[in-house]
């Protein structure tokens, strides 16, 4: 069984375009992250959610909405997709702060 | 805030051989601590982890830690390493508000 699952694995789109990227977690866990990998390879927490809501908004551009509309769910959306918004997002859960994260495989975003 | 801080960016080490990152850490409190490996075109799984207790920690797949305090360190070590092995390696650290902190990792190649 997968634990924490995220679709789709790659997503290729134009600039401008709107997208979402789903995760959902099998674990029971209350705490909910999307992180950004840049092409270096710089992981960057973006959100965190905590029993559906807002805990962690780090600066991230106002065209980034999550969406949790469970627990074991948490979508990110993007509008007007950018150049600089191609990275691969991770998708991750926790039980509770400070707890051990378990992570997605990933989304492979390029925006052309 | 927190931060990571991962000294080496490319280490190659010879099949057999023993492997040493190193990672150092800046938080005010103790520091929850972390080791993830991702291996190419993966996610990210937990090698290790240190909360409190014994400062050796042991983890996956041969690996283990060490938390020194006094150094602000967290270095991962492994004994003998196997071609699967070569992979991106990240050190991160924890708060209690949630946030996971992660180095900007160091790529392992392993030569027969």
């Known amino acids: 069984d997968t634990a924490v699952s995220q679709t789709p694995k790659y997503l290729v789109t134009q600039m401008g375009n709107d997208k979402s990227i789903k995760c959902e977690q099998n674990?029971?866990?209350?705490?909910m992250y999307w992180y950004k990998q840049d092409s270096k390879k710089f992981l960057k927490i973006m959100f965190s959610?905590?029993?559906?809501?807002?805990?962690i908004n780090e600066t991230v551009p106002n065209r980034f909405s999550p969406k949790s509309p469970d627990k074991a769910h948490l979508n990110l959306h993007i509008n007007s997709l950018e150049l600089g918004d191609s990275a691969v997002y991770f998708c991750a859960s926790s039980q509770s702060e400070a707890d051990t994260q378990y992570f997605g495989p990933g989304t492979r975003l390029t925006v052309l | 805030a927190q931060s990571v801080t991962q000294p080496d960016i490319h280490i190659t080490v010879s099949e057999g051989a023993s492997l040493e990152l190193r990672c150092n850490y800046s938080?005010?409190?103790?520091?929850?601590l972390f080791w993830y490996v991702q291996s190419p075109g993966q996610g990210l799984q937990l090698l290790l982890k240190y909360f409190s207790g014994d400062t050796l920690v042991q983890g996956i797949k041969g690996f283990e830690a060490e938390f020194k305090r006094s150094q602000s360190s967290f270095n991962l070590r492994k004994p003998s390493v196997h071609w699967s092995d070569a992979a991106e390696y990240f050190c991160a650290v924890g708060d209690n508000d949630y946030k996971l902190s992660f180095g900007a990792g160091t790529t392992v190649t392993v030569r027969a």
């Open positions: 959610y905590n029993n559906k809501e807002l805990i």
């Open positions: 938080y005010g409190a103790t520091p929850y």
């Open positions: 674990l029971g866990h209350d705490t």
